[in-house]
């Protein structure tokens, strides 16, 4: 979208706003830029560029990284990137087994970072932990800096105590702590433990923030997919996240799937027990199981990718029963959407993520239909960081997001409820 037409049906400030915001997107992607590159990239005039360059710099967004030698003719151009210490995020990812918190800057780099790997406890628990690694995170900024700090971000899976079955979650109490969650609005119990801005949202959509804000595939529309614990995704499209009525837009976890054939898989339920879900089938938890049941201890991720790294059977078979039920759900949600790109990501590496992108790009390239060119699929760039980075990234899309909706009639952000405090 041009800021021209941004620009109608809104007042001049508003204006202002989205072009400040564009030209900080530009300028995010580009890395480093002159004036003139920046008015071309964000299709402003050099005047313009020349004042919101001044303001930004101003209000310590921006600064200036030297000057272009290279190919120039008369005084070299001045260089503007962005101001690392210009804002700051925290980000809490929650997932099924583990906690993370971290920090980035306005450059989009990992400042300090925790993490526990532990089956989620209950919310108040998890609240006390998360409140304390917040707080450390915290005190490792100036005084200054924290004024910078724009808020925290929450990214975890809706509804975690469902599919319980399908995670091999065993026992009474982890089950009891897990339905807890479905009841509780953490963000809106750590708004209130810290006094901070609270973003929430739905772990794959929080990731697909950060690959739209800080990746470098520069893309505004694809499908993200990250394989975690559960496996789970979000919609870009047009340069913005699509949430859904529920905020479960991308999850692809819940597509209908026939019932694995590994030994190793929980059995079907449903109508005929034809039918299974993703989840079932393209997730770590399943490779873990299936690995158990080939007598293997796996105690955490790092035991999986040493198993993947080991090149173990029980791997390969996983493996082929991932990308048999993960393509033709790519396929379906490919065709729906309509999309160049899927970028895939997952908690654990050790050539895993390069092998499942390599088999779902071939049947993909192999079943493309007529007159359809085949989507491209491509590795994320954060890795087991994603749903942490994600989060961290809220705020800062929320407060730096050149989308024009958030411009319109309203100089603060009001999410719907039970999704963010602003």
Known sequence: MTASKAGRGVNSASLRLY?????????????????????????LTNTAVGSIVQTLSEEG????????????????ASLIRLQPKGAFGIGVRLDRGSIEVVMVDFAGHILASRAHQLVLPHPDQALAMVRHDIAELRALLTPTEQKRLLGIGVAQPYNLGAWLRELDVQGEAFQASFRAWDQADFPAMLNAATGLPVFGENDGTAAAVAELFYGRHHARHFLYVFLGPAIGGGVVLNGDCVRGVSGNAGDIAMMPVPPSTLPSAPV????????????SRASLNA??????????????????????????????????????????????ALAVLDVPLVIFDADIDGGLVATLIARLQQVLDESAPEARAPATVVRGCFGANAGAVGAASLPMFMNFSPRAELLRGASAIVPEAGHAIV
Do not use: F, Y
């Open 19 to 43: 072009n400040e915001r564009a030209l900080l997107l530009a300028l995010r992607r580009a890395g480093e830029a002159s004036k003139a590159d920046l008015a071309r990239m964000a299709q």
């Open 61 to 76: 967004l921006v600064e200036q990284s030297g000057r272009r030698t290279e190919g120039q003719r008369g005084q070299p």
């Open 268 to 279: 079907a339920t449903g109508t005929g027990k034809r039918r299974d879900i993703l989840i």
């Open 287 to 332: 490779l873990t199981r299936h690995l158990r049941h080939h007598g293997v201890v796996v105690n955490g991720h790092a035991d999986l990718q040493r198993q993947v790294e080991l090149g173990h059977p029980a791997v390969e078979e996983w493996i082929a029963d991932c990308v048999d039920a993960l393509a033709p759900a790519l396929q379906s």
